[in-house]
């Protein structure tokens, strides 16, 4: 017997129980034992586990963090204590980021274990047993009450009202209800199999027996957890240019180190000078503070993102919201709220519309644009006490929010009558319950008896069809009147038009009689009055469509991929304006997806928006195929169907309220409020973020292109050293420290949602970066090389001292070269727009980081004691100002390059 050989589906219940070696008073001891020994128990296999030390030392395989490493010790051995200790503490803030992050993301194989139920009632050997849900297998015969949790996949043998919730599987906003007839055809979606139960869905109503047939790993909770095992983690975009920049930076600097340093040594300086001027020009060169201006980029952004609920699992996630170029969303709980709502009546030939979504009694129901209630509107009285009577559900406050108890359509009918004016408590105890008939799939209504001020009321809700075949009077304002064939034709085309709006339809009637009958559908359930049709939705967010437009505009493609029926998903896309009111959108199933190619999927995925009753599989191999055209795919979702896919998404986004613990885990950001809207702050964000990493790459890179070019070009030329080690170092130290970190925090642009997506690809160095660099560089070189050359060939203070004018000169080039970084840094607060549009004083810590930069180096070279450890000395006014002066002229070159820039040059 092989678990997955057969659809079950197909097969009748008595096939079923053959093919699994099982009997009508289910599965003996010794049977049990076997299939225990050769299936294993009905539990999800343990993830792989990776020791934790093995997970923190993973931390230092990055280029950039080994180089960085390399730079401690160094400068450990150079006495540079305090430079060390900070890119220390940045490596051991890395590791430990990135070593949570790790065991974080584990936990989702274990969530997604213990949704499993703890116990089930079986039969064995003719007696109904409850025992651990981890013994079931395969042939055993589940017994399913109303609340039970489903402990494995089975086949429905017997259904008495059976109702099961199986929107953690398949994303299904309403329950399903299950019946035992087998199904024609082995091409059908998992949300379309009605004689199956799955493993970890709820019975949410009635009761019935389902053949066991698939546990553990087979099953589909065991399926989608293989998946989720099996899809590879992913670096995020700004985590592969990162690794890019480090490898390129520490490539090129060593080399230039080591060739200056032999060079040096050829030219007749010692190993040890050289060794050490080497080393220091490679600190300098290597981004020390590139991590943790990263680090401090995407902690602004995750707190700034968390003030809009949106809680970011993973920093690098936030930057990769901004380069997003297609969302993939579910449709149930993210752009809808998975509250079914009351949207028409037609009632007395007249359609009236209800405002208000969701299990909150705020709305009303309106009659054009003004509201009717039900003390002036008789047939929207009696609607609403049916909606009230005829209903099992139950509606409570908790936390300020509206829970509901029961069956989603029941509660949406009790929210209806609230919105006509009825209160419950009140019909209730006017029509106290006598007794009901349940609702059975061969009737197709349910009928509850109620005691009435005058004889006894029955009051029924079903499917519209049925009770018009059994009515014979039609309630109107004037009161009942006969049913005509006109009538029943206007209802039954409203019914057909309400649910090509993807609307779910009930029909409402009533029956008043003189006595308590037999509770039997023949002597109730005819000679009905009818009342009404009412059509149900589970309504889209309020805010949907808002974000929708958001997300064209700021040049995002949407895609709903959803396990809910075509007909929803079309009628949702229509109303959050992911397409035209007019438009016939075309909507792909999961079995027409499973047939296509990945050629025709790829060719598919340019022409369709909607994807229904799609499967997990289905999900992640859409997911794969915009990966492969080169798409940013963030993926949106709540139940453990949307697992797989969340995971190999470049981006997984979980729905915090209504989301299962699984894809809380999976997922590399959570929306705290459920609202697809935070999406768009997401993006803006993602997209703020990367502006500012790239802000301070600028500034780092062109500065410190201009220090090795002066630094390396003197020696070459076989000039003395401009700078020596230690001001190297205080040169990186002072402008990569406090500016940098600044840079980071930038404000926004103000066109920042107003462009299009960066291509995935791009590199941080665009043709303006590159630009930018080229002229920052190159004037830095030329004005720190003239500095040099004027004081020290020139020697305008007529020094007699060899050693005190060469002094002099580097004090001279250390001022200058942070004077110059320090205006630069107002420079790079953008690429493309003037400093004097996006504002010089907006970036308030960069001011104040500048100040304090400009104290240090103050005091650095003009108190003594701290001149003598920096080998600087004192300067007077004048050559503060020049060194000023020449500093500022870096404003009119960047300037007159952006300006050239933004007109395409």
């Known amino acids: 017997m092989n678990q997955e050989s057969a659809p079950f589906y197909t097969l009748s219940a008595e096939q079923a129980r053959q093919a699994l070696d099982s009997q009508a008073g289910g599965l003996g001891a010794g049977q049990v034992q076997e299939r225990l020994e050769r299936c294993g128990h009905n539990e999800l296999a343990p993830p792989a586990r990776v020791s934790p030390l093995k997970i923190f030392l993973r931390q230092f395989e990055n280029i950039l963090i080994i180089i960085l490493m390399v730079a401690t010790a160094l400068s450990f051995a150079l006495g540079e204590y ?24 584990e936990r989702a194989a274990q969530a997604l274990r213990q949704m499993a139920a703890p116990v089930a009632a079986v039969l064995r050997e003719g007696e109904e047993k409850v025992i651990p849900a981890r013994e079931v297998v395969p042939g055993d015969i589940l017994v399913l009450h109303t609340g039970d949790k489903v402990a494995a996949d089975g086949r429905v043998l017997t259904a008495i009202n059976l109702m099961a919730d199986e929107s953690v599987l398949t994303g299904e906003s309403t329950p399903v209800a299950k019946d035992p007839a087998p199904l024609p055809s082995r091409d059908i979606a998992l949300g379309d199999q009605a004689c199956m139960v799955f493993g970890g869905t709820v019975v949410t109503y009635g009761r019935g027996q389902a053949l066991v047939t698939a546990t553990g790993m087979a099953a589909e909770f065991g399926r989608i957890a293989g998946l989720l095992a099996a899809v590879p983690e992913e670096h995020t975009p700004l985590e592969r240019r990162m690794h890019t920049i480090g490898r390129v930076l520490s490539i090129t600097c060593l080399g230039v180190a080591a060739g200056a340093s032999v060079l040096g040594v050829l030219r007749g300086h010692s190993w040890l000078e050289m060794v050490i001027w080497g080393i220091s020009l490679a600190v300098a060169a290597v981004p020390e503070a590139l991590p943790a201006v990263v680090t401090g980029a995407l902690a602004i952004g995750t707190s700034r993102m968390a003030k809009r609920h949106a809680i970011v699992k993973r920093l690098p996630a936030v930057e990769t919201m901004g380069c997003t170029t297609v969302i993939c969303t579910d449709k149930t709980g993210t752009l809808t709220k998975n509250e079914m709502t009351a949207r028409i009546l037609f009632l007395d030939g007249q359609t009236l519309e209800v405002s208000g979504s969701g299990y909150a009694p705020e709305g009303a129901v309106l009659e054009g644009e003004a509201p009717v209630s039900a003390a002036a509107h008789p047939v929207l009285r009696a609607a609403g006490r049916l909606a009230l009577l005829c209903n099992d559900a139950f509606l409570y406050e908790e936390g300020g929010a509206w829970k509901l108890r029961g069956d989603p359509t029941e509660g949406a009918l009790l929210v209806l009558a609230r919105k006509a004016g009825l209160d419950p408590g009140t019909v209730g105890e006017e029509f106290p319950r006598l007794n009901e008939i349940p609702f059975t799939a061969e009737r197709k209504m349910m009928t509850t008896l109620h005691q009435a001020p005058a004889g006894v009321w029955a009051a029924l809700k079903g499917a519209p069809e049925a009770l018009l075949s059994r009515s014979s009077r039609i309630l109107s304002r004037e009161g009942e009147r006969p049913l005509g064939d006109g009538d029943r034709a206007a209802i039954l085309t409203h019914a057909e038009a309400m649910a090509g709006q993807a609307l779910r339809v009930l029909g409402l009637a009533y029956r008043s009689l003189d006595a308590l009958p037999a509770p039997e559908p023949a002597a109730v359930e005819m000679d009905l009055v009818w009342v009404g049709l009412v059509g149900l939705m589970d309504p889209p967010r309020p805010e949907a469509r808002a974000a929708v437009g ?50 025709e999927l790829g060719q598919t995925l340019a022409q369709v928006q909607v994807f229904a009753r799609v499967a997990p599989e289905h999900k992640l191999r859409i997911v794969n195929a915009l990966q492969a055209q080169g798409e940013v795919v963030a993926m949106t979702g709540d139940g453990v169907n949307d697992a797989p896919a969340l995971k190999k998404a470049d981006i997984g986004v979980a729905m915090g309220l209504t989301g299962t613990e699984v894809t809380k885990e999976t997922a590399a950001m959570i929306l705290a409020d459920d609202n697809f809207a935070s999406l768009v702050a997401a993006v803006e964000e993602g997209r703020a973020i990367f502006d500012n990493i790239k802000k301070y790459l600028v500034f780092l890179l062109s500065c410190n292109l201009a220090e090795i070019f002066v630094l390396t070009g003197a020696f070459f030329l076989g000039m003395p050293l401009p700078l020596i080690a230690i001001q190297i170092l205080m040169v990186n130290l002072t402008t990569d420290g406090l500016p940098a970190l600044a840079l980071g925090v930038d404000p926004k642009a103000p066109d920042i949602m107003r462009r299009p997506p960066r291509p995935p690809r791009e590199s941080v160095f665009s043709r303006g970066v590159n630009v930018l660099l080229a002229v920052i560089s190159l004037h830095l070189t030329l004005l720190l090389g003239g500095v040099f050359t004027y004081f020290y060939y020139w020697n305008p203070r007529g020094l007699a001292d060899p050693q005190a004018v060469l002094l002099l000169a580097q004090t001279m080039i250390f001022v200058t070269i942070v004077l110059a970084e320090m205006v630069n840094a107002f420079n790079c607060r953008s690429d493309t727009h003037s400093l004097f549009t996006v504002g010089p004083w907006r970036n308030r810590f960069l001011v104040v980081a500048v100040v304090i930069s400009i104290l240090i180096t103050v005091t650095i070279v003009q108190w003594e004691p701290l001149a003598r450890v920096f080998h600087t000395m004192p300067l007077t006014g004048r050559e503060w100002l020049l060194a000023l002066g020449l500093s500022l002229t870096i404003l009119p070159v960047v300037e007159a390059a952006k300006w050239w820039l933004r007109r395409g040059g």
Do not use: M, N
Request: hydrophobic share 45%; glycine share 8%; aromatic share 4%.
């Open 82 to 105: 305090l430079d060390a200790v900070v890119i220390f503490a940045i490596l051991v803030a890395c590791a430990i980021l990135g070593f949570y992050q790790e065991v974080k993301a």
């Open 550 to 599: 958001s997300c064209r505009e700021a040049g995002i493609r949407v895609i709903i991929v959803t396990g809910d029926h075509p007909h929803t998903s079309r009628a949702i896309a229509r109303e959050v304006g992911l397409v035209g009111p007019e438009d016939e959108a075309r909507v792909v199933t999961g079995p027409e997806l499973h047939r296509l190619s990945d050629a």
